[in-house]
């Protein structure tokens, strides 16, 4: 049994990869398996919150006691969350969304055609967090971040920019922790504070820890 600290928050999260159709049979997409976003929801579930979880496609169970919205490429992300952004108090986004979608979609497989080399166009799609964040207002809005290097620098780039009230750094350069893990290691960055370091454990663990700061921000 939990302790319901969050009984009466509304608490919208998003977990798993984004995917980019190429044409009826091939996508882009990345390593996220939605273990960190749905650890999350299913803790904040079990606190009491009334929780919203929108994932892109992942081999995971459906976390019990919450609404579910299934979605796949970031275009889809976008207007699910747009939808649910008001009437929630919490916006937590642990979707790994990608930056780019394929310009023209394919409406038939495409053919070989004896090429060696093709192109595939892309675009920049929206960064619907820091979106977001410019239109937030009694929301609290915390950001994931996955960097490979220059971790300090870059989380605190991604806080400010795009006005988070927290960001949850991910050292995604590391095999054991990060992408499809069980367990993550993360920073909790706040504006005007010091970087607060959840040591390796339990992406469930880890889960806990950042609803715990989060109640902190409420
Ligand atoms: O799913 P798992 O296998 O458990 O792995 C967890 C995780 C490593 C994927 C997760 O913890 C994580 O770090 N998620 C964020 C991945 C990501 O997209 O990071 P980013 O640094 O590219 O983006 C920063 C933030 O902006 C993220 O909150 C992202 O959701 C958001 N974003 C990014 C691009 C974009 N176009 N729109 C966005 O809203």
């Known amino acids: 049994t939990h302790q319901q600290d969050l009984a009466g928050k509304k608490i919208l999260v ?13 996508f882009l997409s990345n390593r996220s398996s939605g273990k960190m976003g749905y650890a999350v929801a299913q803790a904040a ?13 992942t081999a995971l169970a459906q976390p019990t006691n919450l609404k579910m919205i299934p979605i796949r490429s970031a275009r889809e992300l976008q207007e699910q969350l747009e939808e649910n952004f008001d009437a929630n108090d919490f916006v937590i986004m642990a979707a790994a969304v990608a930056d780019y979608h394929v310009k023209e979609v394919a409406d038939q497989k495409i053919k070989k055609h004896g090429r060696d080399v093709v192109e595939l166009e892309l675009v920049a799609n929206p960064d619907i967090l820091a979106a977001l964040g410019q239109k937030k207002t009694h929301q609290r809005l915390v950001g994931f971040a996955a960097e490979t290097q220059n971790l300090l620098a870059n989380g605190a780039k991604k806080l400010a920019e795009k006005n988070l009230d927290m960001l949850v750094l991910n050292d995604v350069s590391r095999s054991d922790i990060g992408f499809n893990a069980a367990d993550n290691e993360v920073r909790l960055l706040r504006p005007q504070e010091e970087p607060k370091l959840i040591e390796k454990t339990s992406k469930a663990q880890i889960a806990q820890e950042i609803l715990d700061e989060l109640l902190k921000l409420a």
Do not use: H, N, Q
Request: aromatic fraction near 0%.
């Open 45 to 57: 579930a079990d606190r009491g919150a009334e929780v919203t979880l929108i994932s892109g496609p």
């Open 14 to 26: 998003s977990a798993g990869p984004t995917v980019e159709a190429i044409d009826p049979v091939r």
